[in-house]
């Protein structure tokens, strides 16, 4: 399993190697085209991609087999939520890519060798996950002899987790060279016209100098330019693309979070005092800290400032003095001093870390006896620095031989932390820490400072059963009463509840706020319609009681809908025609730009080297009318009125440089440019065709 080991302190790297190799969890995750809340087909159909299904079944085998990959490189035995989504949405992609790429590599007769697939694991120039999971991290160079190895051995493992692995990764590098083939076909065929080429390179080698002048929108108030409902038809009409959309809901909700009551706080501030009398006679601080509190065993040194105010009178005071409970947030803590100590205030300190490799006893035991051992060459006289390079996993201290640099208290974790402040300095020791095993060794320390040695016994006030039904009681007569829209927000105004908004929630959401996994109102308020009340939902944090607030189904959003949007949008155009009609009339019979400044009381801007392919004006911002004007207008010629986004604008070009336009340039970069988006536009064409119907909300 030693290969697998080297894998998992790379784990972040090559899990986005490898299932990055999927291509569409990157290209296309928010491509889920319209269509997805259909449930046409099977009950157990979690898509639908050209007319063919994937059963839930087939994706659970997929999200499992992702999902032991990801475990093993992790070196972890369980994925958390967060992770888990992350590993069905890439699951999910792979098989729809699967299906739509499949379809066209068949097609186009494209397809992979074994001689060639045997080449991009083990010939001269490996794939680069390959080359990721073998190179020597000492060294940087690819272990050649490390792979063939673990390929020999493989088949030896009776867990099979490396077969497992292996047969993962191969599979998507060959997916990967597939997608690579298609690439260069579409890449091959572009081709740059030659009056393309010429345009672009004019564009190019024209840049100018111009003054100009602008009148903006804002200038001119909403309430003096009149809308009609026809002008709003007019304009949604004129631009439907504008209106395109995807199904999502609007919840409004209010949550009852599940906070600890004030009857809650009394009851363990009773308990901590009790707790508090015991502790006062303890003689084993670590053992009762370890049982009664409810953070982990930690002895800190402070200064007089460092403590907090609460315990600020342990300062000086007598060992075995306690204070408190005392409240910090949603916990009470009694602080008791140890005893006052002469400590510096950093240490530099280097250290050799020693991971087990798997979460069992034997694995654990090898990895202590493997430290003690280092600990031992080391104290004998081995080189500290010589002994990190060749075992510690810290890659951050390795190129440093293991030298954490100056450290102050409460930099490191606890246990680490107590230890270089308390041990002598050159003295080699061994401690254990959530990491793993350290071999560590001060090296330097400054001057010492008096400190207080504090430990903190930590006891957690959480809301109690009583505090929950109450809770929950209070959340389901909210719901109960108050079935309607108007009932909703009258009832939450009366009795003081914040009613929180979440809008555009997609199908597949899961997170609503600071709600944490909301999943179930996601997909409730997909099986609603709009205004219906749901009832209490269950959530980590809190009860919630959610409003659907608006339905979005249509492919075009509807003009009732976007009416806001398309009424700022038509106002703008009003104004710019009155502005357009206002700078005709100023300028006409003038011969500069100057004069009709003078005229208007405008400011003049300058602008500088601007060509054709500026992406904004200094002062007007991005504004291609504009940019486009420049590039045309004659030297020393007023323009006509421009229209842009942020106002109307009457421009004179000062100065123009004309450079020989370079063909070749222009003709390399465009293809560069058509070449960066040619397999990202070519997927998304295949996937919208493809008419994806994504139904896993009905299964998750």
Same mark, same amino acid.
């Given at each position: 399993?030693?290969?697998?080991?080297?894998?998992?302190?790379?784990?972040?790297?090559?899990?986005?190697?490898?299932?990055?190799?999927?291509?569409?969890?990157?290209?296309? !995750?928010?491509?889920?085209?319209?269509?997805?809340?259909?449930?046409?087909?099977?009950?157990?159909?979690?898509?639908?991609?050209?007319?063919?299904?994937?059963?839930?079944?087939?994706?659970?085998?997929?999200?499992?087999?992702?999902?032991?990959?990801?475990?093993?490189?992790?070196?972890?035995?369980?994925?958390?939520?967060?992770?888990?989504?992350?590993? +069905?949405?890439?699951?999910?992609?792979?098989?729809?890519?699967?299906?739509?790429?499949?379809?066209?590599?068949?097609?186009?007769?494209?397809?992979?060798?074994?001689?060639?697939?045997?080449?991009?694991?083990?010939?001269?120039?490996?794939?680069?996950?390959?080359?990721?999971?073998?190179?020597?991290?000492?060294?940087?160079?690819?272990?050649?002899?490390?792979?063939?190895?673990?390929?020999?051995?493989?088949?030896?493992?009776?867990?099979?987790?490396?077969?497992?692995?292996?047969?993962?990764?191969?599979?998507?590098?060959?997916?990967?060279?597939?997608?690579?083939?298609?690439?260069?076909?579409?890449?091959?065929?572009?081709?740059?016209?030659?009056?393309?080429?010429?345009?672009?390179?004019?564009?190019?080698?024209?840049?100018?100098?111009?003054?100009?002048?602008?009148?903006?929108?804002?200038?001119?108030?909403?309430?003096?330019?009149?809308?009609?409902?026809?002008?709003?038809?007019?304009?949604?009409?004129?631009?439907?693309?504008?209106?395109?959309?995807?199904?999502?809901?609007?919840?409004?909700?209010?949550?009852?979070?599940?906070?600890?009551?004030?009857?809650?706080?009394?009851?363990?501030?009773?308990?901590?005092?009790?707790?508090?009398?015991?502790?006062?006679?303890?003689?084993?601080?670590?053992?009762?800290?370890?049982?009664?509190?409810?953070?982990?065993?930690?002895?800190?040194?402070?200064?007089?400032?460092?403590?907090?105010?609460?315990?600020?009178?342990?300062?000086?005071?007598?060992?075995?003095?306690?204070?408190?409970?005392?409240?910090?947030?949603?916990?009470?803590?009694?602080?008791?001093?140890?005893?006052?100590?002469?400590?510096?205030?950093?240490? +530099?300190?280097?250290?050799?870390?020693?991971?087990?490799?798997?979460?069992?006893?034997?694995?654990?035991?090898?990895?202590?006896?493997?430290?003690?051992?280092?600990?031992?060459?080391?104290?004998?006289?081995?080189?500290?620095?010589?002994?990190?390079?060749?075992?510690?996993?810290?890659?951050?201290?390795?190129?440093?031989?293991?030298?954490?640099?100056?450290?102050?208290?409460?930099?490191?974790?606890?246990?680490?932390?107590?230890?270089?402040?308390?041990?002598?300095?050159?003295?080699?020791?061994?401690?254990?820490?959530?990491?793993?095993?350290?071999?560590?060794?001060?090296?330097?320390?400054?001057?010492?400072? =008096?400190?207080?040695?504090?430990?903190?016994?930590?006891?957690?006030?959480?809301?109690?059963?009583?505090?929950?039904?109450?809770?929950?009681?209070?959340?389901? +007569?909210?719901?109960?009463?108050?079935?309607?829209?108007?009932?909703?927000?009258?009832?939450?105004?009366?009795? /003081?509840?914040?009613?929180?908004?979440?809008?555009?929630?997609?199908?597949?959401?899961?997170?609503? !706020?600071?709600?944490?996994?909301?999943?179930?109102?996601?997909?409730?308020?997909?099986?609603?319609?709009?205004?219906?009340?749901?009832?209490?939902?269950?959530?980590?944090?809190?009860?919630?009681?959610?409003?659907?607030?608006?339905?979005?189904?249509?492919?075009?959003?509807?003009?009732?809908?976007?009416?806001?949007?398309?009424?700022?949008?038509?106002?703008?155009? =009003?104004?710019?025609?009155?502005?357009?009609?206002?700078?005709?009339?100023?300028?006409?019979?003038?011969?500069?730009?100057?004069?009709?400044?003078?005229?208007?009381?405008?400011?003049?801007?300058?602008? =500088?080297?601007?060509?054709?392919?500026?992406?904004?004006?200094?002062?007007? !911002?991005?504004?291609?009318?504009?940019?486009?004007?420049?590039?045309?207008?004659?030297? /020393?010629?007023?323009?006509?009125?421009?229209?842009?986004?942020?106002?109307?604008?009457?421009?004179?070009?000062?100065?123009?440089?004309?450079?020989?336009?370079?063909?070749?340039?222009?003709?390399?970069?465009?293809?560069?440019?058509?070449?960066?988006?040619?397999?990202?536009?070519?997927?998304?064409?295949?996937?919208?065709?493809?008419?994806?119907?994504?139904?896993?909300?009905?299964?998750?």
């Amino acid at each position: 399993m030693a290969i697998l080991e080297n894998i998992r302190t790379k784990g972040g790297v090559v899990i986005t190697i490898i299932i990055g190799l999927a291509l569409f969890a990157f290209i296309l !995750g928010d491509l889920l085209g319209p269509g997805g809340s259909s449930i046409s087909g099977s009950r157990m159909d979690v898509a639908k991609v050209k007319g063919q299904s994937i059963s839930i079944q087939d994706l659970e085998a997929k999200i499992e087999e992702v999902s032991e990959f990801v475990k093993l490189s992790n070196g972890s035995e369980a994925l958390n939520e967060q992770a888990m989504e992350y590993v +069905r949405e890439q699951a999910f992609e792979m098989m729809v890519s699967e299906i739509i790429l499949g379809e066209e590599f068949d097609k186009l007769g494209l397809s992979v060798s074994d001689d060639e697939l045997f080449d991009l694991v083990q010939g001269d120039n490996p794939h680069q996950a390959v080359r990721q999971m073998f190179t020597d991290p000492q060294t940087g160079a690819f272990n050649r002899s490390v792979l063939l190895n673990f390929l020999q051995n493989m088949n030896q493992d009776p867990s099979g987790q490396q077969l497992a692995y292996w047969t993962f990764m191969e599979s998507q590098i060959l997916n990967d060279q597939l997608i690579s083939k298609y690439s260069n076909l579409i890449r091959k065929g572009l081709f740059v016209p030659g009056f393309m080429a010429r345009e672009e390179a004019t564009a190019n080698s024209r840049t100018v100098d111009f003054d100009f002048i602008v009148q903006r929108y804002n200038l001119i108030p909403d309430s003096s330019v009149m809308v009609t409902t026809a002008d709003l038809k007019k304009y949604y009409n004129e631009h439907p693309l504008n209106w395109k959309q995807q199904p999502s809901r609007d919840v409004e909700y209010v949550a009852f979070q599940t906070v600890p009551s004030a009857q809650d706080h009394e009851k363990a501030l009773k308990e901590t005092q009790k707790i508090k009398t015991e502790f006062e006679t303890s003689t084993n601080d670590q053992q009762f800290v370890s049982l009664n509190s409810d953070a982990p065993y930690a002895l800190q040194n402070y200064t007089a400032a460092e403590l907090p105010v609460q315990a600020a009178s342990l300062f000086d005071a007598a060992p075995g003095t306690t204070v408190g409970p005392y409240e910090e947030g949603n916990a009470l803590i009694i602080a008791k001093l140890i005893q006052m100590v002469n400590v510096p205030d950093s240490v +530099r300190a280097r250290h050799i870390l020693i991971q087990p490799k798997a979460n069992n006893q034997i694995e654990i035991a090898k990895a202590r006896s493997l430290a003690d051992s280092l600990q031992n060459v080391i104290a004998n006289g081995g080189d500290f620095a010589i002994q990190a390079v060749s075992f510690s996993a810290d890659q951050g201290s390795l190129p440093d031989g293991g030298d954490l640099g100056w450290v102050t208290s409460g930099m490191m974790v606890p246990e680490f932390d107590q230890a270089i402040f308390s041990r002598p300095q050159g003295e080699v020791f061994v401690i254990e820490t959530q990491f793993g095993f350290h071999v560590v060794q001060v090296t330097d320390r400054s001057a010492g400072v =008096k400190k207080a040695q504090v430990v903190m016994l930590q006891k957690n006030v959480i809301a109690s059963s009583e505090t929950m039904q109450k809770l929950y009681t209070e959340a389901s +007569r909210f719901a109960a009463e108050n079935r309607t829209a108007e009932a909703f927000a009258a009832a939450a105004k009366k009795s /003081n509840y914040s009613v929180l908004s979440a809008n555009y929630l997609r199908e597949n959401d899961s997170k609503i !706020g600071l709600l944490g996994n909301a999943r179930q109102i996601v997909r409730w308020a997909f099986q609603s319609d709009q205004d219906d009340i749901s009832e209490v939902f269950s959530l980590d944090n809190a009860y919630v009681v959610a409003r659907v607030s608006a339905v979005r189904d249509e492919e075009k959003a509807p003009l009732a809908q976007v009416r806001n949007e398309v009424e700022v949008q038509v106002r703008k155009d =009003k104004k710019a025609e009155q502005i357009m009609k206002k700078l005709a009339e100023s300028s006409k019979d003038k011969s500069s730009l100057l004069e009709v400044a003078g005229s208007l009381g405008a400011p003049v801007m300058k602008a =500088k080297n601007i060509s054709f392919a500026s992406y904004s004006v200094p002062d007007a !911002g991005m504004e291609p009318n504009l940019v486009a004007a420049s590039s045309a207008l004659p030297v /020393n010629t007023l323009s006509s009125p421009v229209k842009g986004f942020n106002g109307v604008y009457l421009l004179e070009v000062a100065a123009v440089r004309d450079t020989t336009p370079e063909l070749d340039i222009a003709v390399n970069r465009l293809k560069m440019a058509y070449e960066s988006r040619s397999t990202t536009e070519a997927i998304q064409t295949l996937r919208e065709l493809a008419k994806v119907k994504d139904l896993r909300s009905k299964f998750y």
